[in-house]
């Protein structure tokens, strides 16, 4: 196999702007040439200034560890008062010097206070929330509906780019558990949760729990400086050894962040034309490549383009 | 949060034979208690030997690399050719010295021959064959149908162990490409892929692929030393220098390996009363952690226990 046929050797994932050409079908002399329809990458790389968001500072956090800076998209839509709490902890620096605790295979990392005799005190921060689940669907939250069924919610669709669940039924909306997703670590209690603990899903998306724990963010950026971290040994992930455990350097919020230090990044909105074409192009992939379109496009498939651009 | 309920602090994931506990709901003493369904650890745990069953040993592959090994199940079932042509290349040697070229987040890693300008020589094996991509139904294929609706696939289930789709009105099956499948790498021509090249699914399952290419085993232990593979830079997660290559020190059918050097697993049968329960416990799932059942089981969210057993 060529190098270049093993760029395409399996398949194309666009990710973090990096574009990848597609090849398209030579027709015979005497037919009239098939209209090609154009790949993710191709609709991509055609997208207009409009079709892409900034991020809100004051819900974009940074989490600089040893390995490189992770950056989370807060919703302040789907869980407000884990978002302010959110905020309220980062600006009293509660995480700074915490860890990453967990890293379970096909599961989450897991990242918090790893000292149970001496827990760190938070100040403006609680430590208890009321849970944050679902909230109720309200016209002013925007809604992309996906136009294919789904197991584990009535409708899906994205909501200023987060992968959510509803339920017209009940009103209830929710976000949903795909890949990169951040959510409120808790016990059994429903308000035991808060945001001092927060997982990421590094493996395929647990969708079980959804409307079962907070979500209240996604990974943006740093991905693989999580979903690489070695798994724990201990009982679910956990890693035995204080040493094994990651220290968080710090984590910010990008407003409270000097401009020369941000990482400015855009992400793609998804309730654009272009966002639907886009949807459109994972459901029935053209090319030469894909020789059986699925017809199908399930919510945690859908990828969400992140570019970064100039301050 | 104390220890113990850190331990449930998300949800619980069985994998490897991990047992853990759930909380059973304690009921007032004025109404009979309520019948606690089992859950999937509590299932597990009271399985019986009848419910296990150990690998093809011609059809089980180690891939031993520096950081341990990957033990990974060919299906001769769905994939002869390509289960043939792997044991050939395997005993051949092919496979030693090359490396684990890719590692793509949320996606792939994949491994092969890197040296395009050299490419090492087969003998008996073979570098291009006919497509595995689906085979047709029969009965004497073993099908445990999940009672769920699927986006990519009229019926889905298990079939041996490994997660499969179906399609009656065709007459065609197919593996799916749930996290820790494996399949042959190819390019666009449908019998460029040959088993030489293969990949391992490290992410959310990419369901769009299933049917168009060759998927051919499961990583049945090892998982976590693929898929916390520092990711490549490249394009497509490919590794830009030499240096950041895994080396495979050897792939070896455990058929050939010495019984003092082998792993002994088995793995949980699909074709038992015991499956369905657990497939049911995963549902709808009981316990104080979990507030809403889904109702709900997704293909590639079933998990599929393995365990250790002694010569």
Same mark, same amino acid.
């Given at each position: 196999? $060529? ?15 990096? %574009? ?5 079908? @030579? ?30 500072? #004051? ?15 807060? %919703? ?19 995480? &700074? ?7 379970? &295979? =096909? ?10 005799? $001496? ?12 849970? #944050?689940?679902?909230? %109720? ?9 996906l136009? &294919? ?7 899906v669709g994205f909501s200023?780019g987060f992968p959510v669940g ?5 009103? @209830?909306?929710w976000l949903a558990h795909c890949y990169g997703m ?5 016990? =059994? ?7 001092? #603990? ?7 998306a647990?969708r079980?729990?959804d409307? $079962?724990?907070?979500l209240?963010?996604r ?15 201990? =009982? ?13 350097? %710090? ?19 998804t ?12 459901? $029935? ?13 399930e919510l945690c =498939?859908v990828?969400l ?7």
């Amino acid at each position: 196999m $060529n190098w270049a046929n093993r760029m395409k050797a399996i398949s194309i994932a666009v990710a973090a702007g990096l %574009s990848c050409m597609h090849a398209v079908a @030579q027709a015979p002399v005497s037919v009239s040439p098939p209209v090609a329809k154009p790949s993710y990458s191709e609709l991509l790389a055609a997208s207009k200034p409009g079709d892409w968001r900034a991020l809100d500072l #004051e819900n974009t956090l940074y989490m600089d560890i040893p390995q490189g800076r992770v950056i989370i998209e807060v %919703s302040a839509a789907y869980a407000p008062a884990h978002a302010a709490n959110i905020r309220a902890l980062v600006r009293e620096k509660y995480f &700074d010097g915490l860890t990453i605790l967990r890293s379970q &295979d =096909n599961y989450v990392v897991q990242w918090g206070d790893p000292d149970e005799k $001496n827990p760190r005190a938070m100040k403006q921060g609680k430590s208890s929330l009321a849970p #944050e689940f679902t909230r %109720s669907i309200d016209d002013k939250l925007p809604f992309t509906k996906l136009p &294919d069924v789904d197991g584990y919610a009535p409708e899906v669709g994205f909501s200023n780019g987060f992968p959510v669940g509803r339920n017209p039924k009940t009103n @209830q909306t929710w976000l949903a558990h795909c890949y990169g997703m951040v959510g409120a670590g808790r016990d =059994n209690a429903d308000t035991s949760g808060s945001g001092a #603990e927060l997982y990421a899903v590094t493996g395929h998306a647990p969708r079980h729990l959804d409307r $079962n724990i907070t979500l209240l963010g996604r990974v943006v950026q740093g991905m693989p400086l999580l979903s690489s971290l070695p798994r724990g040994t201990g =009982n679910l992930g956990f890693y035995e050894k204080p040493e094994q455990r990651v220290t968080i350097k %710090s984590v910010r919020l990008a407003a409270d962040v000097p401009t020369a230090e941000r990482t400015n990044l855009e992400v793609i909105r998804t309730d654009t034309p272009l966002f639907t074409s886009l949807v459109e192009a994972l459901r $029935n992939r053209g090319g030469t490549w894909y020789k059986v379109p699925a017809g199908h496009i399930e919510l945690c =498939n859908v990828m969400l383009a992140v570019r970064a651009v100039r301050p």
